[in-house]
């Protein structure tokens, strides 16, 4: 039978998450005669890329393959250059899908002129620290208005998370930025809408996404996406909008608050305000979704807002240096 959908993982070292993965696509409602899967491990030294190899000869329609490039773009992109379905999927090795995911985004492909279909992801805890996390991913005032963990309305997005593409439509924008290393998702979906189509969000399915379990884990991350942010916009200043910023700003006015507060009593007193502010600006989200999900703890999501947004900030700070202020001095100090 015809490969209609082709489920692209790009892995490395999931080897804790991946049997959640690939049974979350095996159990779809949509035939799996019609499904390939293709997993591109990205140099896993976990035993992932030898449980693959090990499933592939007693599994229909797997295709494993190296990735020495090790980052998931170059992961994805070769998945996508061996794909033969027609529409495809783009997955993590720590992610799951609903049982109806590929059925109900494959139906509305169909119908529609939509470029990708995708349900809203449902973040998950697997410790007390990721617990605590998920929730206050959950949050608008942690992600902004990123509609994949906040809203599960029917709309057009601006990007999206797990999402079902149209095969012509990626290779139309020449796939992912491999140059990227964090936020090239949110990169090949601005440059999808850029050639003037649309990303549909549907509320009657969902994805799960683990999320990190460590608070330097979720640092690094956060610091990455910040950092990288401010490559992508150097890419396209047209594509800047205030929440990209607003952690950098909060970062910005908070060291030269303490700054300033070295020195004056009155600097001192502005930034106790400033802080107050934010506490409680935190403190009513964090309560709203303490009072949504009916469990988590005021102190540690209040924690987590702030790590988030100062690690993005500090991060979006590094990018500013690399990518806009260095990369312009570069030939008179790196020549050879």
Not at 163 to 174: F, P, S
Not at 195 to 206: D, P, R
Not at 252 to 272: D, E, P, R, T, Y
Not at 276 to 298: D, P, R, W
Request: net charge positive.
């Amino acid at each position: 039978m015809a490969i209609e959908i082709s489920v692209i993982f790009a892995v490395r070292n999931e080897i804790k998450n991946i049997e959640n993965a690939i049974n979350s696509i095996y159990q779809q409602t949509f035939p799996i005669e019609n499904i390939e899967i293709i997993f591109v491990d990205g140099m896993s030294n976990d035993g992932t890329f030898e449980y693959l190899n090990n499933i592939q000869s007693s599994r229909k329609n797997i295709i494993v393959e190296r990735n020495p490039k090790i980052s998931s773009a170059s992961g994805w992109n070769m998945g996508i250059d061996l794909a033969r379905g027609k529409y495809i999927l783009i997955m993590s090795g720590h992610a799951e899908i609903s049982l109806q995911y590929l059925q109900f985004c494959y139906e509305i492909l169909e119908a529609s002129n939509y470029a990708a279909v995708a349900g809203p992801t449902i973040p998950i805890g697997i410790n007390r620290f990721s617990n605590q996390l998920a929730l206050a991913l959950k949050s608008s005032f942690g992600v902004g208005n990123a509609s994949y963990f906040t809203s599960t309305e029917n709309r057009v997005v601006e990007t999206l998370v797990f999402g079902l593409y149209r095969r012509e439509v990626l290779l139309k924008v020449n796939k992912f930025d491999e140059s990227i290393i964090r936020g090239q998702d949110w990169d090949l979906n601005f440059r999808i809408r850029n050639q003037g189509f649309k990303l549909y969000q549907i509320g009657c399915v969902n994805s799960k996404y683990y999320v990190r379990t460590s608070l330097i884990s979720l640092w690094k991350r956060h610091f990455n996406a910040g950092k990288w942010k401010v490559y992508i916009l150097k890419k396209y200043p047209h594509s800047l909008l205030l929440r990209h910023v607003i952690p950098f700003m909060f970062v910005l006015v908070l060291f030269f608050l303490i700054a300033g507060a070295l020195f004056s009593n009155f600097i001192k007193f502005i930034l106790i305000g400033f802080l107050l502010i934010y506490l409680f600006i935190g403190s009513f989200f964090a309560l709203v979704t303490i009072h949504k999900n009916q469990e988590g703890q005021l102190a540690w999501i209040l924690l987590l807002f702030f790590i988030m947004h100062f690690s993005y900030g500090i991060g979006m700070f590094q990018g500013i240096m690399q990518f806009l202020f260095l990369s312009r001095f570069k030939k008179y100090f790196f020549t050879d």
